[in-house]
């Protein structure tokens, strides 16, 4: 390939190099900074040879590349008339909607695995009851319902950790504010009247469990509060008086200010959805069901998380069951590409991402891994999620707990038996639009179909672990890029001792100056990234200490780079390591082992040549 050719592409369609604030580059991706996203033509950049995907994420432009990328980057900075890790006085910060997206998206993300527990646990047990396998009286009932309910109930006391991590504050503070929106002193004043007073200024008494509208507020004014008081208080007593004094100030204020408005904001946006819904019901749902998918695929959909929260908390949502046909739009081109495909390679990779899709709601993999890459199946999921929307938007279906939508979910949606024919209904449609008009596009048939293409006769080859920790599916990584399969399969694992070692003899092809990701292509060919934490570029190598260099030989076991795994959590990345094959083409498949933890030396990969 020529790295150079695919530079001047990418710096032409990204608007040029005057278009250009910055450029960095992380393990798999250019990360550009413009100064006028409109002017990207991210569309001709994702048709170019070479290139996996197009992300806007964070107020980034990000180019998609694979293991290559720092041979493209290298290009790139040799043509463009700016220099490396470049900045500018005009580098764009991010529109107000772009931030605030970003930060709602960061602050539910670490929550969405307890949202996905709880809320099918909730689901099981009305459905439970409803057979009378279960009584509402029992101990039983009420112990397994405390479990599901409590990251609901206590949503602000969650949100107010994650949201100041997401803020660069102390998350143990903003949880404490949370906390104190529920703590008994406050809320038994509610069973005295609605009303009281905080030092003669008068108090509207609220009820804040499940809220999320008045956590958000507060614990924004409270990270830009702590930063004024770092500033102006002596670092000696710093410790206990910052904490302090942001405690009495911002509690107060959230009760008397920050947290009635908050509601009533809420409340207002609920209303307005439930009047829409109301004069058009059909209108409504099928533009949300149609829009779902793009809105996730653009990471939007987490503007309206907080507003499907809190309707739920007032009794009912009807966007939530509006936008679950989008989803279930989605599990049924999955299924359609499963049924129609006779490629054994794609028709596995329908059938791994339909199940968690139909079963646990988890449809990211369906998204970035066949819609994306089929892109003849896009207008099949946004019409088959417009008929399911329209459906439920209609005969006014709701949501009345908080549960991915999948099949094991229904009964977190009322009316029961209405909502089931809304989203079968876009299930079906999509499975049988693309049955009936296919999926492939002629030009990805004639790329497949070449002999090159085709892989060898079948041998195998066994990848040992790196690090000593527990096991993830790659589709549970909170990336995009790597869960979706586009940099190739793999598997991830959770450290727990900050040592990587090399898990094959071969020669160490990439190492990123900042240490967190290294590329290994072993004596056979295969081509391993070691990715160790999520967008920990952005430490540019703080806590990494590679023990290697790039060209080095290394044995099965060597010593790769010491990392601190406390202190990068501390500053707010995750340490999950992938580890991706990223020649998967090359390779008939490759085969996760099925163990929960593995130590070094234990084989996590099977390589189907």
């Known amino acids: 390939m020529s790295y150079d050719k695919l530079a001047k592409d990418i710096l032409q369609f990204v608007g040029g190099d005057q278009n250009v604030s910055s450029l960095v580059h992380c393990a798999t991706r250019l990360r550009f900074k413009l100064k006028d996203n409109k002017k990207a033509q991210k569309t001709e950049i994702q048709n ?35 220099g490396k890790n470049s900045s500018s006085t ?16 960061r602050s539910f993300s670490p929550l969405i695995g307890a949202f996905a527990g709880a809320g099918m646990l909730k689901a099981i047990l009305t459905v439970l009851v409803s057979l009378g396998w279960l009584s509402q009286e029992s101990g039983t009932y009420h112990i397994l319902s405390a479990a599901g309910n409590a990251v609901f109930y206590f949503l602000p006391i969650m949100l107010g950790i994650t949201l100041a991590t997401k803020l660069g504050a102390n998350p143990f503070v903003g949880g404490t504010i949370g906390a104190a929106l529920l703590e008994p002193n406050l809320t038994g004043l509610l069973a005295e009247g609605k009303t009281t007073s ?62 009635p408005f908050g509601v009533y904001a809420g409340n207002a946006i609920g209303s307005g959805i439930s009047f829409l819904s109301a004069k058009s019901g ?118 009345i707990t908080f549960a991915f939508p999948s099949l094991l979910s229904i009964s977190a949606f009322s009316p029961v038996g209405t909502y089931t024919i809304g989203v079968l209904a876009a299930l079906v449609c999509g499975a049988l639009l693309t049955i009936l008009f296919g999926f492939e596009d002629k030009k990805q048939q004639e790329i497949e179909n070449k002999p090159e293409n085709k892989p060898s006769l079948m041998k195998k080859a066994s990848i040992v672990s790196p690090l000593t920790g527990d096991v993830k599916l790659l589709n549970q990584v909170n990336d995009q890029v790597f869960s979706s399969g586009a940099l190739g399969k793999g598997i991830a694992i959770e450290p ?20 967190h990701a290294i590329g290994i292509t072993s004596e056979e060919g295969i081509e391993i990234l070691i990715h160790i934490g999520i967008d920990t570029v952005q430490l540019d190598g703080k806590y990494y200490d590679p023990q290697i260099k790039q060209g080095d030989k290394v044995k099965q076991g060597d010593l790769l780079v010491n990392f601190d795994i406390e202190r990068i959590r501390e500053a707010g990345y995750q340490v999950t390591t992938p580890i991706i094959i990223t020649n998967t083409v090359n390779y008939l498949d490759v085969i996760p082992t099925d163990a929960e933890r593995v130590a070094l030396d234990d084989y996590i990969l099977t390589i189907v040549k």
């Open 48 to 82: 170019l040879t070479g290139i996996l995907s197009v992300v806007e994420s964070g107020g980034q432009f990000q180019v998609v590349v694979g293991s290559h990328v720092s041979s493209v980057y290298e290009e790139i900075i040799k043509i463009g008339n700016f």
């Open 90 to 105: 005009d580098e764009p910060k991010g529109t107000i909607m772009s931030i605030i997206f970003e930060t709602v998206s």
């Open 198 to 259: 905080f030092l003669s200024v008068p108090v509207v008494l609220m009820d804040y469990s499940s809220s999320v509208f008045p956590i958000f507020i507060a614990v924004s004014i409270y990270a830009v509060l702590e930063k004024f008081l770092k500033k102006v208080i002596h670092k000696d007593v710093q410790m206990f008086l910052v904490p302090m004094l942001s405690l009495a100030i911002i509690v107060p204020l959230t009760v008397i200010a920050f947290g």
């Open 282 to 399: 059909i209108l409504t749902g099928a533009v949300l069901g149609a829009a779902w998918t793009f809105l996730t695929i653009f990471g939007l959909h987490w503007a309206l998380v907080p507003i499907i929260l809190a309707n739920i908390a007032a009794g009912g949502d009807p966007i939530f069951a509006m936008v679950a046909s989008g989803v279930f739009a989605q599990m049924g081109v999955a299924l359609g590409i499963f049924l129609k495909t006779k490629d054994k390679q794609v028709k596995a990779l329908a059938g791994s991402t339909a199940v968690p899709g139909l079963l646990a709601g988890v449809t990211e993999p369906i998204i970035y891994g066949l819609v994306l890459r089929f892109k003849r199946t896009v207008p099949y999921v946004a019409i088959a999620g417009a008929v399911g929307g329209a459906i439920n938007g209609l005969l006014g279906v709701k949501g």
């Open 496 to 515: 727990n001792t900050g040592n990587a070692f090399s898990p094959v003899d071969g020669v160490v092809s990439t190492l990123f100056p900042t240490g």
